[in-house]
């Protein structure tokens, strides 16, 4: 909310997870976190909200939705997009900053105002970001676009892929490219005391792509 404030100078209006209906509007961001506590699946029953219903509807309609690390999982759980996470590769909570190389995919409001193997540095926080999906299904997200963010090398200690995430995959779109997950948090790199301002660079890009 701060960092989407920040950026536009407007305060978006938050929903809260009861609610039934949401009035229409650009963009659905779900929000990092922990939500019910990651009991059972990360984002299992959070997925099962009321709000949920609404969000589905949005999405349906051709409507943008972005869901940000307990968001991805969120929107695996709903179906809105496929494949899962899981637990990190190496067993173990990982904090710090990760280099994203920027995707060629299918058009896109995420990814058209970026260049095509853009670095971006965006940290990420999380104990299930492995993203895991059948063969096939990875096979289909390769030959449809699918696929907008990948970790690499970049200038930062430690592994290219911090969690074993298949195929580097850091956040995928969804077919019709209105949809997007992701776990690295770009709210926590725009600058202004951040290390980062990357994440300033594509939040910019994903509203001037949700308001053309």
Same mark, same amino acid.
């Given at each position: 909310?701060?960092?989407?404030e920040?950026? /536009?100078?407007r305060?978006?209006?938050l #929903?809260?997870?009861?609610?039934?209906? #949401?009035d229409p509007?650009?963009m659905i #961001?779900?929000?990092?976190g922990f939500?019910?506590?990651d009991?059972l699946?990360c984002?299992? !029953?959070?997925?099962?909200?009321?709000?949920?219903?609404?969000?589905?509807?949005?999405?349906?309609?051709?409507?943008a939705?972005l869901?940000?690390? @307990?968001?991805? $999982?969120? !929107? =695996? +759980?709903?179906g809105?997009?496929?494949?899962? =996470?899981?637990?990190?590769?190496? *067993?173990?909570?990982?904090?710090?900053? /990760?280099?994203? &190389?920027? $995707?060629? /995919?299918?058009?896109? !409001?995420? /990814?058209?105002g970026l260049?095509?193997?853009?670095? *971006?540095t965006?940290?990420i &926080?999380h104990?299930?970001g492995?993203?895991?999906?059948?063969e096939?299904?990875?096979?289909m *997200? +390769?030959? @449809?676009?699918q696929? &907008? =963010?990948?970790?690499?090398?970049?200038?930062?200690?430690g592994?290219?892929?911090? @969690?074993?995430?298949?195929?580097?995959?850091?956040?995928?779109?969804s077919?019709?490219?209105?949809?997007?997950?992701m776990m690295p948090h770009?709210?926590?790199? #725009?600058?202004?005391?951040?290390h980062?301002?990357?994440?300033?660079?594509?939040? $910019?890009?994903? =509203?001037?792509?949700?308001a053309?």
């Amino acid at each position: 909310m701060v960092a989407l404030e920040r950026i /536009t100078g407007r305060r978006p209006a938050l #929903i809260w997870h009861k609610e039934t209906s #949401i009035d229409p509007i650009d963009m659905i #961001i779900l929000p990092g976190g922990f939500s019910f506590g990651d009991y059972l699946r990360c984002g299992a !029953l959070a997925a099962r909200s009321p709000a949920i219903e609404a969000v589905i509807d949005h999405a349906s309609r051709g409507g943008a939705v972005l869901g940000v690390c @307990n968001g991805f $999982q969120i !929107l =695996l +759980e709903t179906g809105l997009l496929p494949g899962t =996470l899981v637990r990190n590769a190496g *067993l173990k909570f990982v904090c710090r900053e /990760t280099s994203l &190389a920027v $995707q060629k /995919t299918t058009a896109s !409001l995420f /990814t058209d105002g970026l260049q095509d193997g853009q670095e *971006l540095t965006i940290p990420i &926080a999380h104990n299930e970001g492995n993203y895991f999906a059948p063969e096939d299904q990875l096979a289909m *997200l +390769e030959d @449809n676009g699918q696929i &907008a =963010l990948r970790y690499t090398k970049g200038r930062h200690p430690g592994p290219a892929n911090p @969690n074993g995430a298949a195929h580097d995959i850091a956040g995928i779109i969804s077919e019709n490219g209105r949809v997007m997950g992701m776990m690295p948090h770009p709210e926590r790199a #725009i600058g202004d005391g951040h290390h980062s301002a990357d994440g300033r660079i594509f939040l $910019q890009a994903a =509203l001037e792509g949700v308001a053309k």
